[in-house]
C-alpha cells in the first residue's frame, strides 16, 4: 500500500469492506461452516467476492478471520488451523487488493465465552490468543486492523497488544445492542463511554457494527460517540433488524434504504461507513453511489 491509511482517512470518507459471513453465501458457503476453513477450500470464490466488492465501491477489504482466533476455533475443534488460518487468508486478501485499497486483518470477540470474571478465559490465556492473531496477520501484510467485541476489557486488551506489538492504524468497534434503556455494549458501557475506553487503549478509529441495532439507529449512535472521543469514527450497521422468515434469516433494509442514511452518518461524525449483517454488494453499489454524489456537492 502506496497511500498511508490514517493520512487518507484524515482527507476523505472511506467505505468499509464488505461482510464476507454474509457475501459468501452467494457462493455457496453454508451459514454453519467455518468462514476460513470454507475460504481455505474455496479460495477462487473468495477472492471473486473480494474482487466484486471492490468493485461494488469498498475502499477495503478484510480477511475473513474473525471466527480465526484459538477462542472462536475451538468451537469447530480447529485451534490447531489459527496461524494457517489467519496468513492464507491475508495472502489471498492481498493477492487480489488494488493499490489503491487496503487488507483488513479482522479480529473479532472470543465468543461463545469471555474473559474472566463474565466468563472462563484468563488474561493470559486471552493474550496468547489475541497476539498469536495479530501478529500472524501483520506477518502476512495487512494494512491495518478491524477489532470488534462485545466485552469492553477484551477489545481493549486486544486493541493494546496490536498497536504495542505491530504499529499499525487499528479501528476498534464495540458491538451495540438497543433495548428499552437505550444503545449499550453487551457487557459494559453506553457508546460514549465505550469509546472513551477503546480510545484511551490505542485505537486510531472508534467504530460500531453489528450487535442488535438498525442502520436506522446508526446516526443516534455516531452521535453519542463523538461524546466520548475526539478519534475518527466509523458505523457499520446491519441492514435492519434480523427477522425469522420460514426459518432463515433475513434483514429488511433495501439498499436504496439504507444509502439514504449515509449523509446522515457523515453529518454526525463518521469517516468510516459500511454495513454488516444482511448488507449485500448491492448495498454498496448503492452506498457507493450515494457517497459520490455527497462528495461532489460538497466540491
Known amino acids: 500500500m502506496d497511500i498511508d491509511f490514517l493520512t487518507r482517512l484524515r482527507s476523505e470518507v472511506l467505505i468499509l469492506y464488505a461482510p464476507m459471513h454474509t457475501l459468501l453465501t452467494e457462493w455457496g458457503k453454508p451459514l454453519e461452516t467455518h468462514l476460513s476453513e470454507w475460504i481455505l477450500n474455496h479460495p477462487e470464490a473468495y477472492q471473486e467476492a473480494l474482487t466484486k466488492s471492490y468493485a461494488a465501491g469498498c475502499d477495503m ?30 495472502k489471498l486478501a492481498r493477492e487480489v487488493t488494488p493499490k489503491d485499497r487496503f487488507v483488513v486483518g479482522n479480529i473479532s470477540a472470543s465468543n461463545p465465552d469471555f474473559l474472566e470474571p463474565v466468563g472462563s478465559y484468563t488474561r493470559d490465556f486471552m493474550i496468547g490468543g489475541y ?42 468497534a464495540n458491538h451495540i445492542y438497543r433495548d428499552a434503556k437505550g444503545f449499550h455494549t453487551l457487557y459494559g458501557p453506553a457508546p460514549a463511554a465505550a469509546s472513551r475506553r477503546v480510545t484511551e487503549a490505542g485505537a486510531d478509529v472508534v467504530g460500531c457494527l453489528c450487535g442488535l441495532f438498525s442502520y436506522e439507529d446508526a446516526t443516534s449512535i455516531v452521535g453519542q460517540m463523538r461524546k466520548g472521543t475526539n478519534s475518527i469514527l466509523g458505523v457499520q450497521p446491519d ?51 450515494k457517497l459520490k454524489e455527497i462528495k461532489r456537492h460538497a466540491a
Not at 471466527?67 to 488460518?85: D, M, N, P, Q
Not at 500472524?136 to 467485541?149: K, M, Q, S, Y
Not at 469492553?152 to 479501528?171: F, H, N, Q
Not at 429488511?252 to 454495513?275: C, F, H, K
Open 239 to 289: 441492514a435492519g433488524m434480523p427477522e425469522l422468515v420460514d426459518g432463515t434469516t433475513t434483514y429488511s433494509a433495501t439498499p436504496q434504504q439504507m444509502a439514504a442514511r449515509v449523509g446522515d452518518w457523515i453529518n454526525a461524525g463518521a469517516r468510516l461507513v459500511g454495513g454488516c449483517c444482511g448488507t449485500t454488494l448491492e448495498h454498496y453499489t448503492q452506498l457507493s453511489s
Open 61 to 90: 477489504g478484510h480477511t475473513a478471520t474473525q471466527a480465526s482466533s484459538v477462542f472462536r476455533a475451538k468451537t469447530f475443534k480447529l485451534e490447531g488451523r489459527v496461524r494457517e488460518f489467519n496468513y492464507q487468508s491475508a
Open 131 to 172: 497476539t498469536e492473531q495479530i501478529m500472524t496477520l501483520a506477518e502476512a501484510g495487512v494494512d491495518v486492523f478491524h477489532i470488534g467485541g462485545n466485552q469492553i476489557d477484551a477489545l481493549c486488551l486486544a486493541v493494546t497488544i496490536a498497536k504495542g506489538r505491530t504499529g499499525l492504524p487499528v479501528i476498534a
